[in-house]
Nanobody
Framework: QVQLVESGGGSVQPGGSLRLSCTTS????????LGWFRQVPGKEREFVGTIAWSVGATDYADSVKGRFTISKDNAKNTMYLQMNSLKPEDTAVYYC????????????????WGQGTQVTVSS
């Protein structure tokens, strides 16, 4: 059974940091790309970043480049999203997702999803 479980969300002041985790099970990570997406009420889910698990290459949305970093722990089957210099506009529910094959920024290409974790950036 495929599972992706996010954790690490919470509330933080502008300029602060959070680290999200996505723990996976039930599929072979080496054959997949993982991604982070976020969504606010009334808007479409948007791409944040992605990692090609086997080679570790990453790509990010322009809005988070230089502030967010994706990393992985092969032994724990876990992906991380380190978020620094957080802004109020980063407030959203953050989801991790997985797709077979190469990475993609297209939300429709991801077939496995976690339940999401809330991130709130506010003073």
């Amino acid at each position: 059974q495929v599972q992706l479980v996010e954790s690490g969300g919470g509330s933080v002041q502008p300029g602060g940091s959070l680290r999200l985790s996505c723990t996976t099970s039930g599929f072979i990570l080496a054959y997949h790309a993982l991604g982070w997406f976020r969504q606010v009420p009334g808007k479409e889910r948007e791409f944040v970043g992605t990692i090609a698990w086997s080679v570790g290459a990453t790509d990010y949305a322009d809005s988070v480049k230089g502030r967010f970093t994706i990393s992985k722990d092969n032994a724990k089957n876990t992906m991380y999203l380190q978020m620094n210099s957080l802004k109020p506009e980063d407030t959203a529910v953050y989801y991790c997702a997985a797709k077979p094959g190469p990475w993609s920024i297209d939300v429709e290409r991801y077939i496995y999803w976690g339940q999401g974790t809330q991130v709130t950036v506010s003073s």
